[in-house]
Structures are given as C-alpha cells and as structure tokens.
C-alpha cells in the first residue's frame, strides 16, 4: 500500500484540518483511530455509490474489467469472424458482475474497519502493508 487512494487522502485532509485547533499531543490512540475509521468508512461509501451503479465498472475505463490475457487471442479470432457481440456481451456481464457485486463487499469493508486496532491504523498511516 503505498499511494493512498485520493478519497482517503482527501479525508485524511479534512480531518487534520478539523483538529488543527488541536496539538498532536491532544489526539488519543482512540481519537486517531476513530478519525481514520470514520475517513474508511466514508471512503468506502463512495466507492460503492462510484462503482455499484449501472456502468459504474463497465462506464469507468480506469476500472473497467477487460477480458482475462488468456481470451484475447480468441477475442481476436471471434472478432475476425463477425463474433465479435459474443466477446462484449462476455465484457458486459464480468462488469455487471463487479458493479452488483460492489454494494455486497461494503458491509464486509465495513465491518472490517470496524474491528481494526490502534496498529493497524497505524500500519495505513505509515504506509505499511
């Protein structure tokens, strides 16, 4: 993990904003740890509202699904043969797929931010793994 992804960096930003007023000193392990809890939790809702909507994968060429490597050199030969409908309806529905998928995985983010420890906020603050 070694670029935040912009949505936790924005929230991070808002947070060491809000506790400018405050020291460093002032902030509690728990205090920290809630801020980041609360940032993750927020990030992954925007993630979903993002991607777990109808072209939310399939319309976003930076997370669109493309075939695996090892259909390409099929996709190529359907295409050569006027098949090509096959390969984006096989397209269509691996981000279909992830797009109703998303709303699925949140409550499992969710819950793992929820039972994260002091340590391990720490390890996603310093950017560790």
């Excluded at 060491?16 to 902030?27: E, I, K, N, Q, R």
């Excluded at 927020?42 to 976003?60: C, H, I, P, S, T």
């Amino acid at each position: 993990m070694r670029r935040l992804p912009a949505f936790l960096a924005a929230a991070l930003l808002c947070l060491a904003t809000a506790a400018h007023a405050l020291s460093l000193g002032d902030l509690t392990n728990k205090d920290a740890t809630g801020g980041l809890k609360e940032a993750l939790t927020q990030g992954a809702g925007k993630a979903v509202d993002l991607l777990g909507r109808n072209d939310g994968f399939l319309g976003n060429a930076k997370v669109k699904i493309p075939l695996p490597e090892g259909l390409r050199d099929v996709e190529g030969l359907m295409r050569g043969m006027g098949m090509g409908k096959y390969a984006d309806e096989l397209v269509t529905a691996m981000n279909r797929a992830a797009e109703a998928a998303v709303p699925e995985a949140k409550t499992l983010l969710v819950n793992s931010i929820k039972q994260m420890s002091v340590q391990d906020a720490k390890g996603i603050l310093t950017g560790g793994d």
